[in-house]
Nanobody, 122 residues
Framework: QVQLVESGGGLVQAGGSLRLSCAASGRTFSTYAMGWFRQAPGKERWFVGAITASGGKTAYADSVKGRFSMSRDNAKNTVYLQMNNLKPEDTAVYYC???????????????WGQGTQVTVSS
């Protein structure tokens, strides 16, 4: 069982930056691939990025490539999402998730956090 808690969301102006954190409980964090997804009001949950269990590989949605980056610190049981050059269309609730393989499919993740709101003003 893994429990995930996101933090770091907030209100930022377009062009600004935020860093989201996702803290995990449990001793098996380092065995899970981690993903970030986001969901805007009235829309489906969309893939943002994923990172392998070791942190050696990452993958991103085209809409955030070059602006967002993921990292993880397995000693701290935490995964991060650095978001730069934010745009109003990045406004959403951001969720972290833990699964057995890095994937862009939300069905491949077993555990989810409660989400953190990111709002980007124009």
């Amino acid at each position: 069982q893994v429990q995930l808690v996101e933090s770091g969301g907030g209100l930022v102006q377009a062009g600004g930056s935020l860093r989201l954190s996702c803290a995990a409980s449990g001793r098996t964090f380092s065995t899970y691939a981690m993903g970030w997804f986001r969901q805007a009001p009235g829309k489906e949950r969309w893939f943002v990025g994923a990172i392998t269990a070791s942190g050696g590989k990452t993958a991103y949605a085209d809409s955030v490539k070059g602006r967002f980056s993921m990292s993880r610190d397995n000693a701290k049981n935490t995964v991060y999402l650095q978001m730069n050059n934010l745009k109003p269309e990045d406004t959403a609730v951001y969720y972290c998730a833990a699964g057995r393989g890095p994937s862009g499919n939300s069905n491949d993740y077993d555990y989810w956090g409660q989400g953190t709101q990111v709002t980007v003003s124009s």
